[in-house]
């Protein structure tokens, strides 16, 4: 069966620019989350989805950061006015119970 | 204030020997933990998990040990091969929550 995925792969932006990233989850899971890893960095926690509750926020970094997820399903997670310290790979990962999360390749973000 | 600490940021070891890599925890109120390996440019893969009512884990050459008096978590992988080189996270569950180590990277050599 699929797995996550991720587009895009790469996004090489301008600063001052939005991007929009996307995430097809695994088809069933309820739980999506967005986490981001810089350079030498580990995991950082962004936002998390579970069906159809409001999703928690505690970990996008500022306004400029949002997300959302349609028909609990397909998650886009959009970054306005980009800065050069947004440059990272930002994953995906769904779960169908509260503990195994799978994760798609990833989307490297790079803001010059 | 990080609740989940790998201290160490890499690791090299011989092929065949033991590969111990470490992690340590502060809330005492997680439930789970997990070990993800990631290789670059891909998604980290789920590895191994324990839960917090049991002390170890084993799978194949892969067991996790954990210690819950000293909030500390291990996986030892033996014997190791080199294409067991890539960056490990430990990750301790609380409320559908992962939160994540900042990963240590193991290079097995040949």
Partial sequence: GAGVSQSPSN????????????????????ALYWY??????????LIYFQGNSAPDKSGL??????????????????????????SAVYLCASSFDAYEQYFGPGTRLTVT | DQQVKQNSPSLSVQEGRISILNCDY???????????????????????????????????????FLNKSAKHLSLHI????????????????????LTFGGGTRLMVKP
């Fill in chain 1, 61 to 86: 970094p500022s306004d400029r950061f949002s997300a959302e997820r349609t028909g609990g399903s397909v998650s886009t997670l959009t970054i306005q006015r980009t800065q050069q310290e947004d």
């Fill in chain 2, 26 to 64: 502060t809330n005492s109120m997680f439930d789970y933990f997990l070990w993800y390996k990631k290789y670059p440019a891909e998604g980290p893969t789920f590895l191994i998990s324990i839960s917090s009512i049991k002390d170890k884990n084993e799978d194949g050459r892969f067991t996790v």
């Fill in chain 1, 11 to 30: 996004k090489v932006t301008e600063k001052g620019k939005d991007v929009e990233l996307r995430c097809d989850p695994i088809s069933g899971h309820t």
């Fill in chain 1, 36 to 45: 981001r890893q810089s350079l030498g960095q580990g995991l950082e926690f």
């Fill in chain 2, 78 to 97: 033996v014997p190791s091969q080199p294409g067991d080189s890539a960056v490990y996270f430990c990750a301790a569950s609380l409320d559908n929550m």
